[in-house]
């Protein structure tokens, strides 16, 4: 079993910054594939970002240049670094841990409790 901690969210204006963490038990991030994914309001759950073991990377398109995903397996962490927001990056984002590689599809088996974020325009 893998436990994952999110955090970072908060409320932001239209082009402003935020970096969501995920804290993943043992060694889950060098270990297992990490992903993010988000969930508006009437919404369903989409992906945003999702990296390999060995650091490959796979981005939403609405991603657009703006969001950066990065881990620091010494920590057992993944980060999302998210620039240039948008009302509509609005939602509760998830952090995801998987044996096997979904890149963005939600069918991860571990999920974070999933930390808010809020871009106001």
């Known amino acids: 079993s893998v436990q994952l901690e999110d955090s970072g969210g908060g409320s932001v204006q239209a082009g402003g910054s935020l970096r969501l963490s995920c804290a993943a038990s043992g060694n889950a991030a060098s270990s297992y594939y990490m992903a993010w994914f988000r969930q508006a309001p009437g919404k369903e759950r989409e992906g945003v970002a999702s990296?390999?073991?060995?650091?490959?990377?796979t981005y939403a398109e609405f991603v657009e240049g703006r969001f950066t995903i990065s881990k620091d397996n010494a920590k057992s962490t993944v980060y999302l670094q998210m620039n240039s927001l948008k009302p509509e990056d609005t939602g509760m984002y998830y952090c995801a841990a998987d044996p096997g590689k979904w890149w963005l599809l939600p069918l991860y088996n571990y999920w974070g409790q999933g930390t808010q974020v809020t871009v106001s325009s």
């Open positions: 990296i390999d073991r060995d650091g490959s990377i």
